[in-house]
């Protein structure tokens, strides 16, 4: 904010000359929220200059998102979900970019509600909404954190697929995607998982002696002295 201080008050103050000229514009009103709700997180301001925009244009669905993010930050989930559900309404067939948010803040706002399955429902929705080209990680890390926390490991693994998808050389998405199998009971998914993670990365000690001692016990100690063998060369040769 500091960088550009100057221009962002340049710019408040022209949206605010608009509104003061034709309050019933309705495009300031939501360039003024915006702006409090980014830059300077003042969601009580942001939510009244967006609910101007919404009184003089009631077809203003990105003020009624906007309004509903700030609500949810004031902590007034039961606005928050009826300015979501009219934004998702006024926009029945929507592809925007914006449509994961909605989905991700409602589910927040159930949540907070005490509807877990509710909150679910629309991490899912936002999930399978979510738009490649411009993905959020943050979005991302926060629906698979939800997914973990109700134990829905079915869907953390489609998480990870996704993951893998953006960047298949990595380990750490195979890492999690043999967890969440575990988690599951598949022992033998798991290991499958694991065994890729390894392979893409030598690194990592503990799933290396995981691996021995897996094969270990299954009698298959060629494969068991591969991973220890790699696992302990990789730590003698990078300390």
Not at 18 to 34: E, F, M, Q, R
Request: proline share 2%.
């Amino acid at each position: 904010v500091n960088n550009y201080k100057n221009q962002i008050e340049l710019a408040v103050k022209h949206f605010q000359q608009a509104v003061n000229i034709d309050s019933t514009y309705s495009n300031p009103w939501h360039n003024l929220g915006y702006i409090n709700m980014i830059l300077y997180k003042n969601y009580e301001l942001a939510a009244l200059q967006y609910s101007k925009s919404i009184e003089v244009d009631s077809t203003a669905a990105a003020s009624f998102l906007n309004r509903g993010i700030s609500n949810y930050y004031i902590g007034n989930y039961k606005k928050a979900l009826q300015d979501f559900k009219n934004y998702l309404n006024k926009n029945p067939n929507i592809k925007d970019k914006e449509l994961d948010k909605a989905y991700v803040f409602t589910a927040k706002s159930k949540l907070e509600l005490g509807d877990t399955l509710g909150s679910t429902e629309y991490y899912l929705l936002a999930f399978e909404n979510l738009k490649i080209e411009n993905l959020n990680k943050a979005v991302l890390t926060d629906i698979k954190k939800h997914f973990i926390a109700v134990k829905r490991f079915d869907l953390a693994i489609r998480v990870s697929d996704l993951e893998i998808s953006f960047n298949p050389d990595i380990d750490a998405p195979y890492v999690d995607k043999g967890n969440f199998y575990l988690l599951t009971g598949d022992t033998v998914k798991a290991i499958e998982n694991w065994e890729i993670a390894f392979e893409k990365f030598n690194g990592n000690y503990n799933i290396g002696m995981t691996l021995h001692q897996y094969f270990t016990t299954k009698g298959n100690i060629e494969k068991a002295n591969y991973y220890y063998n790699k696992a302990v060369h990789y730590r003698q040769t990078h300390p």
